[in-house]
């Protein structure tokens, strides 16, 4: 059973074009979640996270948004550039507000190509 | 800093075969990660480490085994290696187990293991 889910395998958008990513979750004891972005070949790298208490989190052109009601969360990238083509992993946890956790939970992936 | 690093980073086995697969942080985390990531699927969590001398089953336990004897080295232990342990191995560490702010976990480049 999926608890963090990853609908759309790939997107393509073209350069200088927003990007969104989006995740699903079921399990509604996840209150931080977190963006990892993966090149080939390579592990992957942490992006950028939002706790449950937020509904919004930007760091530059990288903003994820969190509805906790419809327990959707997604990753905006604007403008997007080709640099920005990877594997886009969604990842949640649970815990943040009280004992803390160490288990991330991952989705499948989204392949992004930005096309210049 | 190397970050995380692991070795080797290709493998072949034969069915029945055992391997390790080395990982090494120099970061000082205290907290360590075995993740496997099989083809279009996320990762998932074979065991972690709490620090020197602790470790616990994640998700996926089964046909392997860990050891942490410092805290720089968390080996993964492959023992009778089947098909199915086709995989690429993630190797992570982090500060402490909370997933919160400024303590994500940092990932080697992975193992990409055939078992034939």
């Known amino acids: 059973d999926q608890q963090v889910k990853q609908n759309s395998p790939s997107l393509s958008v073209q350069e200088g074009r927003i990007s969104i990513l989006n995740c699903d979750y079921t399990n509604s004891m996840f209150d931080y979640f977190l963006w990892y972005k993966k090149y080939p070949a390579e592990g992957p790298t942490f992006l950028i996270s939002?706790?449950?208490?937020?509904d919004k989190n930007e760091d530059g052109r990288f903003t994820v948004f969190l509805n906790k009601s419809a327990k959707h969360l997604s990753l905006h990238i604007v403008p997007s550039q080709p640099g920005d083509s990877a594997v886009y992993f969604c990842a949640a946890a649970e815990g943040y507000s009280g004992a803390g956790s160490y288990q991330l939970t991952f989705g499948k992936g989204t392949k992004l190509s930005v096309i210049p | 800093n190397a970050g995380v690093t692991q070795t080797p980073k290709f493998r072949i086995l034969k069915i029945g075969q055992s391997m390790t697969l080395q990982c090494t942080q120099d970061?000082?985390?205290?907290?360590m990660y075995w993740y496997r990531q099989d083809p279009g699927m996320g990762l998932k969590l074979i065991y972690y480490?709490?620090?020197?001398?602790?470790?616990d089953k994640g998700e996926v336990p089964n046909g392997y085994n860990v050891s942490r004897s410092t805290t720089e080295d968390f080996p993964l232990r492959l023992e009778l290696a089947a098909p199915s342990q086709t995989s690429v191995y993630f190797c992570?560490?982090?500060?402490?187990?909370?997933?919160?702010?400024?303590?994500?976990?940092?990932f080697g480049p992975g193992t990409r293991l055939t078992v034939l």
């Open positions: 939002i706790s449950s208490i937020k």
């Open positions: 992570a560490s982090s500060y402490s187990r909370w997933a919160g702010v400024a303590n994500e976990q940092f």
């Open positions: 480490s709490v620090g020197a001398g602790i470790t």
């Open positions: 970061m000082n985390h205290n907290y």
